[in-house]
């Protein structure tokens, strides 16, 4: 199969993220968001790798997963926080951090 | 052993004791800090001693020696070594230095004994001894300006000793200031010969003057008067003088040291070191000869009004060296240099018997306080009397020979010089006048309470100690002088120290007479054989003409104090009514701290203010940190703006520019 399919696969998941982390408030489905774009951007690793016959992308697809995961890990550890401390759980109001 | 690893080992010895009581102050128990610093200082002596038997085994045209232990930088032009020279002008001043200082360390075992910071007293001690040494040892100008800096710095440290009495360290300040002030001279003057003949050394410098300078110009003058201003700083000459009295804050035994015997003496080794630059620039020595002769006439009026008895010797002192710095300006080197051993004798003498006094006085230094101890104190009386003589210039003590030794060189180089001789008579006369209303003043008249106690066996020790220049009161604890006062008569190390150079100040003229013998000018004449002085010799029948004239003035002086102070009680008060316009002059020591004030010290303060006001507050904090701190705010205000806190904003802003980036890459790359 042509690696153009896997690729617009690949492309049209990367940009549901993407509008995904643009578009909604609540940090949870924006986590999910950034996991999308993340296995977005896998598939494509994981198809080069296929069309090259080299494990690199493949080894890179494993590295992305392993960071996924740290980073749902403190995502979901500030969403129980901000929960906790009774915040709204919409990252538009925590916006303190402005200069 | 030759003669100059002796000399190393005379600097050796000091600095291994400063080091040992400075780094183990805690562990000395008792004295023992105190006698490791006199035996440092003895061994020096010993050592001292053994340079000058060898160096007499050499044949004269030999005696001058030098040694390099290492090169700090030689090239491009430079050369600093650490590097001494070895001659017998170097020889005669470390025997007369670490000679003096060990009896003077040994007076201060007793006399610093129950004062909190034995330990440190004596680590200053060994350092100011080192430090001197190392002046007058030094083979270059630049080790010479190490030891005259570290001498300054010793005096400083030694004056301000009682570190809580506010007037002790403010003398402490105001002595090393002006010293700094002769640093400064020293070290431009080093730069101008080092400029014109490309060396430092001593040696190089003194056989290239002649060449490299024309005689009497303007070079060699500046140069000259540099030195004299280094000069004129250390040995408290005029105008530079006025920290001499203030210093006497420090201990007794430290102003016997340092404002007597040694330290003060250094201008004059400067000037007879440097001789053969004086020699061809003679409008400054003539200048230096000067300021001599105006410093022993004003600093002996000064004298003849001070109540403050350690206040009398330190103004005796300035006079006296006076009579030094003149000497050697004119080319009597020998004579100066032989008056300078002599004084140191007798000076030292003087204020250790002052020290007794004080001490059976309780702190009180007031003269007007004093009266009637000559039964109480026996032995300080006694040598008192032996150094006031030796002072006045009575035969057969050591300053009648000595300074009378000055004079005549100066009567015999004739023309204006026979003026300053007529002036140094005049100031002879008024040194014995000044000497003996101190004694009579403190040893004469009626027994003041004091003293009838001591006559009692009760030494006074006054019930709440107190600072004898402002009057506050004070305790006994660090940083002020400790509860116990000593006297002589009852003190072994004290009445050793002060016979010796009682026995000194009354033999040590004899090492040179006119017409019998001439020891001093012998054994110098190596380090003086280069100037045009060194064949000018005084008929022995003129040097006996000035001895006897000497020898008359001093009766005089003695006579005159006789009858003000003892004869007819009294007169002192009638003649300070009568000439109170000068009375009030001379008590203001001629208003040269006023003037100084005027003249320097408060246009540097409107100056400081002005620079503060003007070019601190607004020139560098108003232009140029203020304006690099504006220019950082106003630029972080701008960039502030795009931090808005929303964070799909800066998700969306990273999409774009990665975005934008990636297209770049894939433009370019296709």
């Given at each position: 199969m042509n690696i153009g399919w896997y690729l617009a696969v690949s492309a049209i998941i990367f940009c549901i993220g993407a509008g995904g982390v643009l578009t909604r408030r609540n940090p949870l489905v924006v986590l999910l968001c950034l996991e999308l774009m993340l296995n977005g951007a896998n598939l494509a690793l994981v198809a080069f790798a296929r069309m090259w016959g080299s494990e690199d992308g493949q080894i890179f697809a494993l590295i992305v997963m392993v960071l996924a995961a740290c980073e749902v890990t403190v995502g979901l550890g500030l969403v129980v926080a901000i929960y906790r401390r009774r915040l709204p759980i919409d990252v538009d109001e925590l916006n303190e951090l402005q200069g | 052993m030759s003669a100059t690893t002796a000399a190393w080992l005379v600097l050796l010895c000091p600095l291994v004791g400063t080091i040992l009581i400075a780094t183990g102050y805690r562990f000395w128990p008792g004295r023992s800090a105190g006698w490791l610093a006199t035996a440092a200082i003895a061994a020096s002596f010993v050592f001292s001693v053994i340079t000058f038997i060898k160096l007499r085994g050499f044949s004269p045209d030999h005696r001058t020696l030098t040694s390099t232990l290492w090169n700090y930088d030689v090239s491009a032009g430079v050369d600093a070594k650490l590097q001494i020279l070895v001659d017998p002008l170097s020889v005669f001043m470390i025997l007369v230095v670490s000679g003096v200082s060990a009896l003077i360390h040994l007076y201060s075992v007793t006399y610093m004994t129950l004062d909190r910071g034995f330990s440190r007293y004596f680590s200053y001690l060994n350092y100011f001894v080192l430090s001197m040494l190392l002046l007058v040892l030094a083979g270059n100008f630049l080790l010479l300006i190490v030891g005259w800096a570290f001498v300054g710095a010793a005096s400083y440290l030694l004056i301000s000793y009682w570190y809580r009495r506010t007037t002790a360290t403010r003398a402490g300040i105001k002595a090393f200031v002006i010293n700094v002030v002769g640093d400064v001279g020293l070290v431009i003057a080093t730069f101008i010969l080092f400029r014109h003949t490309g060396t430092v050394q001593f040696l190089g410098v003194f056989h290239a003057v002649p060449h490299t300078f024309a005689h009497n110009g303007g070079a060699i003058n500046a140069a000259a008067l540099l030195l004299l201003v280094g000069a004129f700083a250390k040995s408290a000459q005029v105008p530079l003088h006025t920290w001499l009295p203030d210093a006497m804050e420090g201990p007794t035994p430290v102003s016997a040291l340092i404002h007597a015997a040694t330290m003060v003496t250094a201008g004059v080794y400067l000037i007879a070191r440097t001789h053969v630059i004086f020699e061809w620039a003679p409008t400054a020595a003539d200048i230096g000869a000067i300021g001599g002769c105006a410093t022993l006439v004003l600093a002996a009026t000064v004298a003849l009004v001070m109540t403050d008895i350690k206040r009398v010797i330190a103004y005796s002192t300035m006079s006296q060296i006076g009579y030094m710095i003149m000497g050697v300006c004119v080319g009597a080197y020998s004579a100066g240099l032989f008056h300078l051993m002599t004084h140191a004798f007798f000076k030292a003498l003087l204020f250790m018997a002052a020290g007794s006094i004080i001490g059976a006085m309780a702190g009180e230094q007031s003269l007007d306080r004093m009266g009637g101890f000559r039964r109480a104190l026996p032995f300080t009386f006694g040598c008192f009397i032996v150094g006031g003589l030796a002072l006045s210039g009575?035969?057969?003590?050591?300053g009648w020979l000595s300074k009378d030794d000055v004079i005549a060189f100066l009567d015999h180089r004739a023309g204006a010089f026979l003026i300053m001789g007529i002036i140094a008579y005049a100031g002879a006369l008024l040194t014995a006048v000044y000497t003996f209303r101190m004694i009579f003043r403190a040893f004469f008249g009626d027994p003041v309470l004091e003293a009838r106690e001591l006559e009692e066996g009760h030494l006074h020790h006054a019930e709440v100690p107190h600072n004898p220049m402002s009057g506050e009161e004070e305790d006994t604890d660090v940083g002020f002088p400790g509860p116990g006062h000593f006297i002589a008569e009852r003190e072994v190390p004290m009445k050793v120290a002060m016979s010796a150079l009682a026995v000194l100040a009354v033999i040590g003229g004899l090492v040179q007479i006119p017409g019998v013998d001439d020891a001093v000018t012998k054994f110098l004449d190596p380090s003086f054989a280069d100037s045009k002085y060194a064949h000018t010799q005084v008929s022995t029948g003129s040097a006996w003409l000035g001895l006897i004239i000497g020898a008359l003035i001093a009766v005089t002086g003695i006579s005159i104090a006789y009858r003000i102070w003892?004869?007819?009680?009294g007169t002192a008060t009638r003649l300070r009514e009568r000439f109170a316009g000068p009375y009030v002059f001379l008590w203001h020591k001629w208003y040269f701290d006023e003037l100084i004030d005027f003249l320097v010290v408060r246009p540097a303060l409107w100056t400081g203010r002005l620079v503060d006001s003007v070019v601190e507050r607004s020139v560098i904090q108003g232009v140029f940190t203020g304006g690099a701190s504006g220019a950082v705010r106003a630029g972080s205000a701008a960039v502030r703006r795009a931090q808005t806190g929303f964070v799909r904003y800066y998700a969306a802003l990273m999409i774009v520019c990665i975005s934008g980036v990636a297209l770049y890459f894939l433009i370019a790359s296709g």
């Open positions: - | 009575l035969p057969p003590f050591s003892v004869a007819r009680p």
